[in-house]
C-alpha cells in the first residue's frame, strides 16, 4: 500500500498540498495550490485516491474514468477537471476549487432552523443539475457520435451549491459510458445510493439518461420536503418502493409549491423512462418556464448565494468544499480502515433480488 501523502508535498512537481478540506470512502480532497512560473499562485482541489484502493485495479480503474469523462465535459455547472497525476503508487485528480456546501446539508439547514427552502431556489438548483446532465448526456465523440455519459449517482451530497450561487453537479465516479474500456458492474448489480434509484434500473434494465431525470426528481422532492422520498427500514424495502414507484403526492406537504412545477418533478418521477421529459434540457428549460411565471423581486443567483454563506458561517465551514459526506460516494470513513472501506464501497453495489421486478401476487 502506497504512503499517504502529507501537508506540504508537492504533487506532480506543481500542486502543493496544504490541508484536507474533506474525506470520503473512495477519496481525500485536498486543498492545494498550483506553483507556476514567475510566482503564479492558484488555489486547486486535489482529489486523492485512498492508498488502500489505489492497489486495486477496479477502483483505480473507476477514479481514471471518472477523470477520463470529467476532463470532457464542458460545463459551468459540472466541477472541471484539470489535471490527472500518478506518483509513488497513489493517483490524484486536480479540479477547480469550489467554496460551497452540498444540498444536502443546505437542506438539513434549513429544516433544522424550522422552516424549509423555498420553492423557488430549489427550482433554481434543479435547472443547475439539468443544465450539468444535459452536458454529461449530450457529449459528443471525435467523430461527432453522441456518447452519453448517464451520471448514476445524481443524489443530494453530489450537487453542490457555491458561495456564488451556481449549482454544480459532482463525483462521475459511477457513470455509465458507451466508450469506457470496461463495465465494472457484475451481473444482478446496480450501483447508486439505493434511495436514488429508479425503477427500471431496480428492475435490472440499463441505466439511461432518464433515469438520471428520476434521480433529479427525487433529490428535488427531498429537497422540498425535508426528508428522502424513498426511504425504507431496509434496501430491500427501499427496493420495494422504488420497484413499484410508490411517490407520495407533493403539494399536500408543501401546499405553497405551485402545481405546474410539482407537475414536473412528479413526470420526471413516472414509473417508466418514455413518460418523463425527451431530455434533460426540457425538464431545466419547463422548470424554466414555472419560474418566470413568479414576480421576484430579488436575484434567484443572489439569494442562493447568501443562503450558502449562512448556511456556511452556520456550520463553521471556512475553506472547507462541503460537507464531509460530499465529496466522494461513502461519507466520512477514515482511509486508514482498509476493512471498512470494502464494507462501505459495497453500499454502492446492491445485490438485487432474484425475481427482479416481479411484483408479489
Known sequence: MPE???????????????????????????????????????????????????VQPTYVNMFVEEARLGSQLESPHLAEVRDFVAEDGNFYMVMEWVEAVDLGTWTRW????????????????????????????????????????????????????????????????????????????????????????????????????????????????????????????????????????????????RPDVPSDFAGLIHRALSPRPEQRFPTSREFARQIGTALKKVQLRKDLHHMLSKSVQDARN???MKSRTGDLSALTPIAELRPEEPTAIGERLRGLRHKLPGFLGRKKA
Open 110 to 253: 434549513h429544516y433544522e432552523r424550522g422552516e424549509g427552502p423555498r420553492w423557488e431556489l430549489v427550482a433554481a438548483i434543479g435547472v443547475g443539475v439539468l443544465r450539468g446532465l444535459a452536458a454529461a448526456h449530450e457529449r459528443h465523440g471525435p467523430d461527432g457520435k453522441v456518447l452519453p455519459v448517464v451520471h448514476r449517482d445524481v443524489s443530494p451530497h453530489n450537487v453542490l451549491l457555491t458561495t456564488r450561487g451556481l449549482v454544480k453537479l459532482i463525483d462521475f465516479g459511477l457513470s455509465l459510458a458507451p466508450d469506457r474500456e470496461a463495465e465494472t458492474t457484475d451481473p444482478g448489480v446496480v450501483k447508486g445510493k439505493m434511495s436514488y434509484l429508479s425503477p427500471e434500473i431496480v428492475s435490472g434494465a440499463r441505466p439511461c439518461p432518464e433515469s438520471d431525470q428520476f434521480a433529479v426528481g427525487s433529490v428535488l422532492w427531498e429537497a422540498l420536503v425535508g426528508r428522502k422520498l424513498f426511504d425504507g427500514q431496509n434496501d430491500y424495502e427501499t427496493y420495494v418502493r422504488l420497484r413499484d414507484c410508490q411517490v407520495q403526492p407533493l403539494r399536500p406537504l
Open 314 to 316: 452556520a456550520m463553521g
Open 4 to 54: 499517504a501523502p502529507r501537508p506540504g508535498d508537492l504533487i506532480g512537481g506543481r500542486y502543493r498540498l496544504q490541508e484536507v478540506a474533506g474525506r470520503g470512502g473512495m477519496a481525500d480532497v485536498w486543498r492545494a495550490e498550483v506553483e507556476g512560473d514567475m510566482g503564479f499562485r492558484r488555489v486547486v482541489a486535489v482529489k486523492q485516491m485512498h492508498p488502500a484502493l489505489a
